[in-house]
């Protein structure tokens, strides 16, 4: 997969500590730091305990655990991995304002469209009559959140080009 490594890297990086540990442990011996009996085995034993409180993560973050690693497509088209948030904007139309923002750490906008719409609520005190949203957000669930509050959207339909495209195949076949 993506983010495992192979042994000889694993093997690398493990040489690679050791030595660390080595210089790390001399430097702070040589500036009085630590005692010349200091003992490694407890900091060994939190470090194996946070590996094991990440095992299921395929990556971590040391400067920011909370962002997640997130695909980004760039002008060449080639997938990158990147730490990520994932922002959501709702503007009032008329006076050009932003009225409500969150920020969360999934990959795409589905599950964003009714804490978005509470979001509004929240701060306007009514909820929206016409939501604009990009593809991003449709998902026939939104759709049926957006029939039971009563509220008109337009959002492109993600499905369409795919349907069209399957009934053009079919039509090919039997012409």
């Known amino acids: 997969m993506l ?22 442990e001399k430097i702070e011996i040589l500036a009085g730091l630590r005692p010349l009996n200091f003992c ?7 470090l194996e305990f946070q590996r094991k409180l990440i095992s299921g993560t395929p990556q971590v973050n040391i400067t920011d655990p909370d962002a997640k690693i997130m695909r980004h497509k760039d002008r060449s088209m080639n997938p ?7 922002c959501q904007v709702a503007v009032d139309e008329k006076a050009q304002i ?7 750490d ?10 978005m719409i509470q ?8 909820k929206p009559t ?9 998902s026939y669930d939104n759709l049926k ?4 509050e009563g509220i008109d959207a337009y959002i492109p339909d993600n499905f369409y080009k795919a349907e069209k495209r399957k009934k053009q195949k079919v039509q090919e076949i039997f012409l």
């Open 3 to 24: 983010f495992q490594k192979d042994e000889k890297e694993k093997s690398r990086l493990s040489s690679i500590r050791e030595g660390m540990e080595k210089s790390a």
């Open 40 to 46: 490694w085995s407890s900091r060994i034993k939190e």
């Open 80 to 86: 990158s991995y990147k730490p990520s948030y994932n």
């Open 98 to 104: 932003i009225v409500a923002a969150d920020v969360v």
């Open 106 to 115: 999934e990959e795409n906008d589905l599950h964003q469209m009714e804490s």
């Open 119 to 126: 979001n509004v609520k929240d701060t306007m005190g009514y």
């Open 130 to 138: 016409i939501i604009l949203a990009d593809a991003g957000y449709f």
């Open 145 to 148: 959140l957006l029939q039971k």
